[in-house]
């Protein structure tokens, strides 16, 4: 059976685990009385994701002016930015048990839930942002860290006046370039290109088979942490760490699950995690992996709960996030210089 949507009043202390602690912060939301089966909205107009590095000073300023209204809603409301942060650290540090499975937790990382999760994360939080600026076009960027163009901490969010600028980040790589394999190198022609390889082998030489990209099945009664997908493991992870600030006891904001939400480079980063499974699927050469559809009535049942911009507490399906054109939203183009990148 597919994994269900957690029951809310059973949330419960969520677990550090980059130490194996319990968290002092609790991180359940808000009860909602109803709960409404989401349907996607007619689509009147496609939101374009910007690239990060490329956005101009009007929609910096206009996501600056969203974030800090988000920042500035009463605590208890589910869209204000400290809630819909703890809704990373309750669906991933432990908070949420399987419903009808007694202790067992929740996790939707490591396995073939890790997309569409973060998939309606993102949704959501883009649509909450228009909301408070009156605009229902407006679309979260997303860091390129697959192009040399992009291989830094985007630049806007490194203004400390910003709303978007979170001060707990590693300072030895506010401008580094980024390190996708970890490989600890330091020369940034060598990182740059053995970045680009990653990406090929994430992307297309690493997959055989579609759970090889999207993540092992997760169902009814599974174990947490079935296993990942090639991006999931390498690319998204290393950018966690990358920016997770070391000064901080446990890796915060970025490099751990209960405080990533915490810093907006999260949604940055994340839309472009969702860029990849965009271009994986509608992209690539499909001559290694034929099929790039899970057909799993497990996989397409699973659903999440989340608040929507109105606040109306919703469940929304696996199904339903298989098509980022159907949800409303495309990213800008830009080149992909990997895809024939072979080492
Ligand atoms: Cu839910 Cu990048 O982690």
Redesign the pocket.
């Known amino acids: 059976n597919p994994i269900q949507a957690p029951q809310l009043d059973k949330c419960g202390v969520a677990t550090n685990l980059n130490n194996g602690k319990q968290l002092d912060i609790n991180c359940c939301p808000p009860l909602g009385e109803n709960i409404i089966d989401y349907r996607l909205p007619p689509v009147f107009q496609m939101k374009i994701r910007p690239s990060a590095h490329r956005v101009t000073p009007e929609y910096i300023f206009k996501f600056n002016m969203a974030m800090d209204r988000m920042r500035r809603l009463p605590k208890d409301d589910p869209r204000c930015f400290m809630q819909q942060a703890n809704i990373?650290c309750a669906y991933?540090n432990g908070a949420y048990d399987q419903p009808g499975q007694g202790t067992l937790d929740l996790q939707?990382?490591n396995s073939w839930l890790f997309f569409p999760f973060?998939r309606w994360y993102l949704y959501f939080y883009e649509r909450i942002l228009g909301k408070l600026i009156g605009d229902p076009t407006f679309a979260l960027p997303f860091w390129n860290w697959d192009n040399p163009k992009g291989m830094t901490i985007p630049p806007m969010y490194l203004d400390p006046k910003a709303a978007i600028y979170d001060p707990k980040r590693n300072q030895d790589n506010l401008k580094a370039v980024i390190d996708l394999g970890m490989t600890g190198n330091k020369d940034p022609l060598q990182v740059v290109a053995n970045n680009l390889t990653i990406m090929y082998s994430e992307m297309i030489r690493s997959n055989t088979d579609v759970y090889d990209f999207m993540g092992q099945p997760y169902r009814e009664g599974t174990g947490v942490n079935p296993g990942p997908g090639a991006s999931e493991r390498g690319s998204?992870v290393a950018i966690?760490v990358f920016v997770g600030d070391p000064r901080e006891p446990s890796g915060e904001n970025l490099g751990n699950?209960y405080s990533?939400g915490r810093d907006p480079l999260?949604y940055c980063?994340?839309s472009n995690?969702d860029r990849m499974w965009s271009l994986w699927q509608y992209f690539l050469p499909s001559n290694k992996v034929p099929d790039k559809r899970i057909t799993d009535p497990d996989f397409l049942n699973a659903s999440f709960l989340f608040y929507d911009e109105n606040a109306q507490l919703v469940r929304v399906t696996v199904k339903d996030s298989l098509d980022n054109l159907r949800m409303g939203y495309d990213f800008e183009r830009v080149d992909l210089p990997w895809l024939d990148y072979r080492p």
């Open positions: 990373h991933c939707v990382h973060h998204h966690h699950f990533a999260f980063h994340h995690v």
